[in-house]
């Protein structure tokens, strides 16, 4: 059972312009939504989170979008350069306890010169 | 650099074969996860270490097991070895008393099982 679902696969983005990753989650009780940025031969590395008592958060070019009713965020990253081409993740998890992060299946970024 | 090491970078086993995975923390980070990579794919946890004792699991099947020891160091063990156990295995450390955005992953290791 996937239960943060990703959207889209792949992505190609003109330099300058925005890229926009969507995710949809499902269970209720996850209450931290994290963002990784993952370049290859790398681990994934954290690039921005929110939690649901906020409906945006901005760091730089980097905003993410949340919307609790719907139960769907997103992550806009404004000015895309081609050092953003990358694997982007979102994630949510459940604070407590074991703190398991549930990963989307990821969007390969490809920003364009 | 996040601070988390992980050995052997690469790694080629054929199937029924048991293999050990390893991970250096962060000084003080006393909380390590594990994630399986498939090609492709998001992680998926496997299991949690807090203070040398397991505190969380995913749908992982026994023959997954861990370790975690005093000095920050921590082993993945996996036993008779499946073809679809090919993948990037992932270690994450953080400090218990801090929130999950302190949590960093090391480079990986990238197992193959023929």
């Known amino acids: 059972q996937q239960q943060v679902k990703q959207s889209p696969q792949s992505l190609i983005v003109q330099k300058g312009g925005i890229s926009i990753i969507n995710c949809a989650y499902e269970n209720t009780a996850f209450d931290y939504f994290p963002w990784y940025q993952q370049f290859p031969g790398k681990g994934p590395a954290l690039l921005i989170a929110i939690r649901p008592d906020v409906s945006e958060k901005k760091e730089g070019r980097f905003t993410i979008s949340f919307n609790k009713s719907a139960k769907q965020f997103s992550l806009h990253i404004m000015d895309s350069q081609p050092g953003d081409s990358a694997t982007y993740f979102c994630a949510a998890l459940t604070q407590g306890g074991s703190e398991k992060l549930v990963f989307g299946k990821g969007t390969k970024l490809t920003v364009n010169p | 650099e996040t601070g988390v090491t992980q050995s052997p970078t690469h790694l080629i086993k054929t199937r029924g074969q048991q293999v050990t995975l390893r991970c250096s923390s962060q000084s003080g980070h006393n909380t390590v996860s594990w994630y399986q990579q498939a090609l492709g794919q998001g992680p998926q946890f496997i299991f949690q270490?807090?203070?040398?004792?397991?505190?969380g699991r995913g749908n992982f099947p026994p023959r997954f097991s861990g370790l975690q020891f005093p000095n920050y160091s921590s082993e993945l063990n996996v036993n008779a070895l499946e073809l679809d156990d090919s993948a990037l295995y992932l270690c994450?450390?953080?400090?218990?008393?801090?929130?999950?955005?302190?949590?960093?992953f090391g480079p990986g290791t990238r197992l193959t099982v023929l």
């Open positions: 994450a450390s953080r400090h218990s008393g801090r929130i999950a955005d302190t949590q960093y």
């Open positions: 270490y807090y203070r040398e004792e397991e505190n």
